[in-house]
């Protein structure tokens, strides 16, 4: 194993564990390191918390843009709907008129196909730009268990550390629940409101409803499968970091 130990220095771990240091050219040593070691100062810079979203907004700023339109585009139509359809409904078109309820239904209609459209092009890019956070994680992690070894002279518990990093990816892991558990009281009003309004046009954004939690249904084996799929593809990282938690203990 071989570790950069400053200046023209490499520190040499042999089989018996004993260490010594040998002077090497700067060329030959750029030729041997396995990692590209900074400044200490620089290293730290780049794990603040304002540093990493401010790295992540810059490397996925168009998923983000994209991101952000979805949901104010998203906003403006939840807010449009019951405006739009109380001026059309109630003082534009006669009540009595069974054209009207028809051209009620086909914009309340197109309205929840947009919305389904808009909140499912929002998922998407929330997942996408969610892959940063799987990197930061990794950092942390490590971060965390050098500092730990710094400090205490010893790594972290491996529940303690897996609780850590729980809590963290928790938030992406959970928010489309908590997501979708908060539109349920908004559902339910919309359903009474075209109900009172217009009858058994309701089955429309029922029917889109169901259409949208067997799509759910299908998406999440999916996602099973490209998980287990990414988790065969991550073995090479696994052990990579394997081994520098192994030379860390050896140092």
């Known amino acids: 194993?071989?570790?950069?130990?400053?200046?023209?220095?490499?520190?040499?771990?042999?089989?018996r564990g004993e260490l010594c240091y040998v002077e090497i050219e700067d060329e030959y040593l750029k030729e041997l390191s396995a990692f590209s070691i900074?400044?200490?100062?620089?290293?730290?810079?780049?794990?603040?918390?304002?540093?990493?979203?401010k790295n992540s907004l810059s490397m996925n700023k168009i998923f983000y843009t994209k991101y952000f339109f979805s949901s104010l585009f998203m906003a403006i139509f939840a807010l449009t709907i019951p405006v739009f359809s109380n001026l059309f409904y109630d003082k534009l078109v006669p009540s009595a008129s069974v054209s009207s309820l028809f051209g009620v239904a086909i914009i309340v209609a197109v309205f929840i196909v947009f919305e389904f459209i808009l909140?499912?092009?929002?998922?998407?890019?929330?997942s996408i730009t969610?892959?940063?956070?799987?990197?930061?994680?990794?950092?942390?992690?490590?971060e965390a268990v050098l500092y730990s070894k710094k400090k205490n002279g010893r790594s972290m518990s491996s529940a303690f550390v897996l609780w850590n990093e729980f809590q963290k990816i928790k938030p992406v892991l959970l928010n489309s629940i908590f997501q979708r558990i908060a539109d349920i009281p908004i559902f339910i009003i919309f359903l009474i409101v075209i109900y009172v309004n217009l009858g058994l046009v309701?089955?429309?954004?029922?029917?889109?409803?169901?259409?949208?939690?067997?799509?759910?249904?299908?998406n999440h084996h999916y996602t099973n499968e490209l998980m287990n799929k990414q988790k065969e593809g991550q073995k090479n990282r696994n052990?990579?970091?394997?081994?520098?938690?192994?030379?860390?203990?050896?140092?």
């Open 1 to 15: 194993m071989v570790c950069v130990s400053g200046g023209q220095k490499i520190k040499l771990v042999n089989a």
């Open 38 to 53: 900074l400044p200490l100062n620089k290293v730290v810079d780049s794990i603040r918390v304002k540093n990493i979203i």
């Open 119 to 126: 909140r499912t092009s929002k998922d998407i890019y929330q």
């Open 130 to 142: 969610a892959r940063q956070d799987d990197v930061d994680i990794d950092i942390a992690f490590l």
């Open 202 to 218: 309701v089955i429309v954004p029922i029917t889109m409803f169901i259409v949208s939690i067997i799509i759910s249904l299908v």
């Open 239 to 251: 052990i990579f970091i394997s081994e520098v938690f192994l030379s860390i203990k050896m140092i």
